[in-house]
């Protein structure tokens, strides 16, 4: 039997009871079988709800249905008005995906609509594609990387991404272009608006005709022209100065703007995608952040969690890392090491677990799963402490003072050469997330010169 053409038909009330045949019928004239014994059904078929009135049973008849959100479900009433009120909000609540009023077939191509449209999405979701970007099996990132694929394929919104440092909003950004479906798309060009120099800013990002300012010898294009009929990725967005974000107000809304010495109008049309890893909602209260510019780019809005919110997730992502970096060697961690993978505390997120698996795997050697004794120096101490029930961070203060947390790895007898080491590793780190790895930018902010950090890393990587 074809999954995809599969529903499960779960019903509550003498009366949902009678229309369950009629229901049954309707979903088969649009390609649906329709089961009655939902524990049948594949867990990917989607699920409907046929109820009378709304009532406690029918949200739980929807939690179980849903299975935690893993199985979407529709929820269909019966009566006219059994939607008025809480009611559609308690069944989202419950788990629903949407519900609906009866109306007999045409409620049929309602809910084979909304079946297809999720076939789809799903399919993209298994695809390789976003298997090898957006690696995860967590319920609720699951959910979230149907929305992000359902936005991105189906929609041309505006979409603003949110997320601390290391979540992956570039690796989304560049997805929602991948998946745009414009049978003409144009490129995908990146601005980081972190080093966007305010002097040159309109050359940036409008161009400049030549001779519009001394040095101007050529004529230049900017991003809203390179953009054109493709996607523009505005890159830490909450950092554009508000002069700046006034100025790109009309091209971000009508598609229209003029070159740097130049008085002609001319016409782009791009897909936007933001990224920041600021509150924009917070910034607009404090003044920093155009209300009306927010309002502009953020057609849909995308959260991203951080590592510690999906704990679940990260054996699955360091094997993920583990098999790119292994080649046609497959490498994978033994159960001591994975625990302490889970435990660990990530302020770089994914970007600094997959740092840490590199390290592990460039220690490692032999045939066998990587062990405790591939783990870096100055991870040992952490792992002891986690191992023992401690704290999951040395590097990360009790109280939020220096001091305090050099007391608790003295303490611990982390000796002072480690704690050097550790700290120094901490801050090179705490600089390239910073900076969004930015080794320049990072070594401006740490006072010490590129080369220190590229030694630093080059060190890691050998081992050392």
């Not at 709800?49 to 009433?77: H, N, T, Y």
């Not at 957006?134 to 929609?155: K, P, Q």
């Not at 302490?340 to 770089?348: A, F, Q, V």
């Not at 901490?426 to 590229?454: F, K, M, P, Q, W």
Request: with cysteine; charged share 25%; net charge neutral.
């Amino acid at each position: 039997m074809n999954e995809g053409k599969v529903a499960a038909l779960a019903v509550t009330g003498a009366k949902a009871a009678s229309k369950r045949r009629q229901m049954s019928a309707a979903l088969a004239g649009r390609g649906y079988t329709a089961l009655d014994d939902a524990n049948t059904a594949p867990p990917s078929a989607p699920g409907v709800v046929l109820f009378e009135r709304m009532a406690d049973d029918v949200c739980a008849l929807v939690r179980k249905l849903s299975q935690g959100s893993r199985r979407r479900v529709i929820a269909v009433s019966l009566a006219p008005d059994g939607l008025e009120g809480s009611a559609p909000w308690e069944l989202l609540a419950a788990g629903a995906a949407d519900a609906l009023s009866w109306r007999g077939a045409a409620t049929a191509r309602e809910l084979a609509a909304r079946f297809e449209r999720w076939r789809e999405v799903d399919t993209i979701v298994d695809s390789p594609l976003i298997g090898r970007n957006l690696v995860g099996e967590d319920d609720e990132w699951r959910t979230l990387i149907r929305s992000i694929v359902e936005v991105a394929a189906f929609s041309r919104a505006p979409v603003v991404i949110t997320g601390e440092s290391g979540t992956g909003k570039e690796l989304v950004a560049r997805l929602v272009h991948a998946l745009d479906r414009r049978p003409d798309k144009g490129q995908l060009v990146v601005v980081d608006c972190t080093t966007v120099v305010p002097t040159l800013s309109g050359s940036e990002f409008f161009g400049h005709e030549r001779g519009a300012f001394t040095g101007a010898v050529t004529e230049r294009e900017g991003a809203f022209a390179l953009a054109d009929k493709g996607t523009l990725f505005l890159d830490e967005v909450g950092d554009l100065p508000m002069t700046l974000q006034a100025e790109l107000l009309r091209v971000v809304q009508e598609g229209t703007y003029k070159r740097v010495g130049s008085s002609r109008w001319l016409r782009t049309s791009f897909r936007l995608v933001c990224a920041t890893n600021r509150d924009l909602i917070a910034e607009q209260d404090r003044g920093t952040f155009r209300r009306d510019f927010y309002y502009r780019i953020a057609g849909w809005t995308c959260s991203m969690p951080s590592l510690r919110d999906r704990r679940g997730d990260i054996p699955v992502l360091a094997q993920h890392f583990l098999d790119e970096l292994g080649g046609n060697d497959h490498l994978e961690l033994d159960q001591p090491l994975t625990e302490y993978l889970i435990r660990r505390e990530y302020p770089g997120n994914v970007r600094e677990l997959r740092q840490l698996v590199a390290r592990l795997s460039h220690h490692h050697v032999g045939n066998g799963p990587i062990t405790a004794g591939a783990l870096p120096l100055d991870e040992r101490a952490t792992a002891a402490a986690i191992a023992n029930g401690g704290v999951t961070d040395t590097a990360t203060p009790a109280n939020g003072t220096l001091s305090d947390a050099v007391e608790q790895a003295v303490s611990r007898g982390v000796g002072l050469k480690e704690l050097v080491a550790q700290t120094r590793d901490a801050a090179i780190c705490a600089a390239l997330d910073a900076e969004g790895g930015n080794v320049r930018a990072a070594s401006r902010r740490l006072g010490v010169t590129d080369r220190a950090i590229h030694m630093h890393r080059a060190a890691h990587r050998n081992g050392q």
